[in-house]
């Protein structure tokens, strides 16, 4: 209720899915997200798709948790612009939700009580059941030969796997990829010049869903994002070492590329399609 509910902001018009629809891969589709005031915001509009198995949040990991994630969009002015004191006052004079939060929690609803059932939901935006998954587990025709090409292709002369591993296809770490902006990435957080532009790896899982990519929204497809790192990035000056090193560039050809492409895709999978509750 409370991830589709527009009174979460401070103009009762914005809800956690305007930016993060379902029926969006949980993005918005959007190069950046509409800021509240009007224009565009700063940054790509993350998907929520497995974002409970990061070990941090945010483009820039400045959130350690989903639960303190939660909070951040509703407070920002850019996004919902809604002081948590005042969301306090709003939610409590409805009676369904004094209703929900008491059956859910002990003491009623309070900030951090907000920011677990938002966070408790997310975690149910899941996707791990695709083809890829399926071969891991020992069901190796459910990947066509192009597929497998293309996922030697991951794990090998296109060094994706180098920063996408994990259970979630993301090392949780930071790199400067190269794109030539002035956003600060990491350093933001961190105050430490070599951090200049650094974002933390995203998951790939429903990948096919969440177009446009990269923390800008600057590549509008797969194919741009392929062409983008086999090319060995952008020109930004602080561009991470093994980028410089290793993928500069990489000379896949158009086949490789079709291959990689290919099992780029199966990593999409179904997200599960939530639609907005009856609210009280």
Known sequence: MLFFDPRLSGNNEVSCQTCHDPNMGYGDNQPTFDKFTGGNGARNSPTVINSGYYTSNFWDGRAASLEEQALGPIQNPDEMNQPLDELLKELSAIQGYQERFRAAFN????????????????????????????????????????????????????????????PNLSDNNFYNIGLNTEEKGRQVVTGQEGDLGRIRTPGLYGITHTAPYM??????????????????????????????????????????????????????????????????
């Open 215 to 280: 923390r800008d929204g600057s590549l509008a497809t797969l194919e741009d994002v392929i062409d983008y790192y086999d090319r060995g990035g952008d020109s930004h000056p602080n561009k991470s070492f093994f980028i410089q090193k290793f993928m500069n560039p990489i000379g896949l050809t158009d086949q490789e590329k079709a291959d990689l492409l290919a099992f780029l895709k199966i990593l999409g999978g179904e997200p599960p399609i939530f639609t907005k509750p009856e609210l009280p």
């Open 107 to 166: 003491d009623g609803i309070t900030e951090q009580n907000i920011a677990k059932a938002l966070a408790a939901f997310q975690r149910q935006i899941v996707v791990k059941d695709t083809p890829y998954d399926r071969f891991l587990e020992g069901e190796t025709e459910d990947l066509t030969e192009q597929e497998v090409s293309g996922l030697r292709l991951f794990t090998g002369k296109a060094f994706c796997v180098t920063c996408h591993n994990g």
